[in-house]
């Protein structure tokens, strides 16, 4: 990663200075980079449910690219997450290796999506967060995650265009499809209010320009989502948000049989290379 | 596995050194903007291009194969049309 960090930051930290710094601040960094990262790598196992299942070839290749993509994204999350953490895990340990508990990503993208129109609405919400989020990340103190940011910014504009342009088509096609999209929105809104939570998030880590303070995320995707749903003829769902947790390891239940499933193999056979 | 209603186009990628677009294959999508969509995730997957046109598979009008003769015969006996029988001066680099 080599994308050069804006001027206006300040000057890189210097590994002595790292070493000073509060662990419990090192702590929280490792936490909200592991969120992001989990973030997309829940998101893309999810995502790899719909490989041979889309309704047609076409559909099954872009979603298997945007899995792939934010696959990309939480490697190079997990593996900076395991360099700040300094404890020697890397991406795959990171992965393959912690329990349910020690996730940290939203509620929003652990839960199953076998409805294609849940699918569409969840990566509206995810890409349309995701690239408010990078966006603000490309100004972050820690230059890494800049630059994580900088190339996960092309490849989620793309992902919001694909979820938009589906959004449109269902809600605004046939009467089947407009109930089944309005069904899938009402699903998924009650989980977006997550996305802003800063409960769980270290006020320091945004004090130190590290972190994107989530509240600051909230008004412009909240309008950039009610945009799209307007245009596709649907209605913006008045559903109460669900309880977050998610970023201090309070999960669903489905989280630990998705878990079961991504891990077995590496544990089944640790080390095991093909 | 497409949807019968969902039309045919045609796909063409210019390549990053190409100068022309290239025919690369066809697919379904419901409507253009869908198609170059598709375009992009199913032929550009490897940086294979810079650019992309779709075209409806309906709006190609093809040569038949039984006029293929009538078509394309005539020409072959023409070897005038073909510049060999010119000496190249020495020199002359775009010709």
């Known amino acids: ?274 | 596995m497409s949807t019968p209603r969902e039309p045919l186009w045609e796909v063409f990628v210019r390549s990053r050194r190409g100068l022309n677009h290239v025919h690369v294959g066809s697919l379904h999508a419901p409507d253009a903007e869908m198609a170059l969509r598709n375009a992009r995730d199913v032929y550009t997957r490897r940086q294979e291009g810079v650019s992309l046109w779709v075209v409806p598979a309906a709006a190609i009008t093809a040569s038949s194969p039984e006029e293929r003769d009538a078509f394309f015969d005539p020409a072959a006996d023409k070897i005038y049309r073909h510049p060999t029988f010119y000496d190249v001066p020495e020199g002359v680099e775009h010709l």
């Open chain 1, 1 to 274: 990663m080599s994308t050069p960090r804006p001027s206006s930051s300040p000057p890189l930290r210097s590994s002595d200075e790292q070493a000073r710094r509060d662990p419990a601040l090192t702590g929280s960094h490792v936490d909200y980079v592991l969120g992001l990262a989990d973030d997309a790598l829940v998101s893309a196992q999810r995502m790899g449910w719909w490989i041979s299942r889309a309704p047609q070839l076409e559909e099954d290749l872009a979603l298997a690219n945007i899995g792939l993509d934010l696959l990309g994204q939480a490697r190079s999350l997990l593996s900076h997450a395991g360099e700040i953490e300094g404890a020697g895990r890397d991406e795959d340990d990171l992965a393959y290796w912690r329990d349910e508990r020690d996730f940290r990503n939203v509620k929003l993208v652990e839960r199953p999506q076998e409805d294609f129109g849940v699918a569409m609405a969840r990566l509206l919400v995810l890409s349309t967060w995701q690239s408010e989020l990078y966006a603000a990340l490309q100004r972050s103190t820690d230059p890494t995650l800049a630059a994580i940011a900088a190339k996960a910014a092309k490849e989620v504009a793309y992902h919001h265009d694909h979820a938009r342009q589906w959004v449109l088509r269902l809600g605004d096609g046939t009467e089947e499809s407009h109930a089944r999209m309005q069904a899938a929105l009402d699903a998924e809104w009650p989980w977006v209010e997550e996305l802003f939570d800063e409960s769980h998030l270290d006020p320091a880590l945004v004090a130190d320009g590290v972190a994107v303070a989530p509240s600051s995320l909230r008004e412009p995707v909240l309008r950039r989502l009610e945009d799209v749903v307007r245009a596709a003829t649907l209605a913006v769902p008045d559903v109460p948000p669900r309880v977050p947790g998610g970023r201090a390891g309070l999960h669903t239940e489905h989280l630990g049989r998705m878990l079961a499933e991504m891990q077995h193999l590496t544990r089944s056979h640790p080390g095991a290379t093909w």
